[in-house]
Nanobody, 122 residues
C-alpha cells in the first residue's frame, strides 16, 4: 500500500506546476482522493479532493479557479494542476486516500504519500 507524490519544485509567482500522486491499485480504484498541504509551523490543510469516479471535485476557497484536481484510474494516478501560483502556496503537498468522513479533514484519510515540496518565489 503506497502513495507516491511528485512534481513539486521551485517556481516564480504566476507560474504553474502539476503534481502527481501514484497509488497502488488496491487503495486507488475505489477511493476518493485528496490533496493537502502543510507550510512550516502550520497544520496540514485541505486543498482539493475528487471522488472515486472523478465526477465530483471539491476545493478550498483559496484554490478555486487556480487549482484543478483530476484522476486517471487506468494509471492509478491523481493530479493537481496548479496555476497562477502565489508565494503563500509554498508548502509540502501531500496526497491522501480517503477512508471515511468529510473530505476536508485529515482524519478522513488513512493513507498518505510522502509529500512533495512546492516553493513559489515572489
Amino acid at each position: 500500500v503506497q502513495l507516491q507524490a511528485f512534481g513539486g519544485g521551485l517556481v516564480q509567482a504566476g507560474g504553474s506546476l502539476r503534481l502527481s500522486c501514484a497509488a497502488s491499485g488496491r487503495i486507488f480504484s475505489n477511493n476518493h482522493m485528496g490533496w493537502f498541504r502543510q507550510a512550516p509551523g502550520k497544520e496540514r490543510e485541505f486543498v482539493a479532493a475528487i471522488n472515486w469516479r472523478g465526477s465530483s471535485t471539491y476545493y478550498a476557497d483559496s484554490e478555486k479557479g487556480r487549482f484543478t484536481i483530476s484522476r486517471d484510474n487506468a494509471k492509478n494516478t491523481v493530479y493537481l494542476q496548479m496555476n497562477n501560483l502565489k508565494p503563500e502556496d509554498t508548502a509540502v503537498y501531500y496526497c491522501g486516500a480517503h477512508y471515511s468522513g468529510s473530505f476536508y479533514y485529515t482524519s478522513a484519510y488513512n493513507y498518505w504519500g510522502q509529500g512533495t515540496q512546492v516553493t513559489v518565489s515572489s
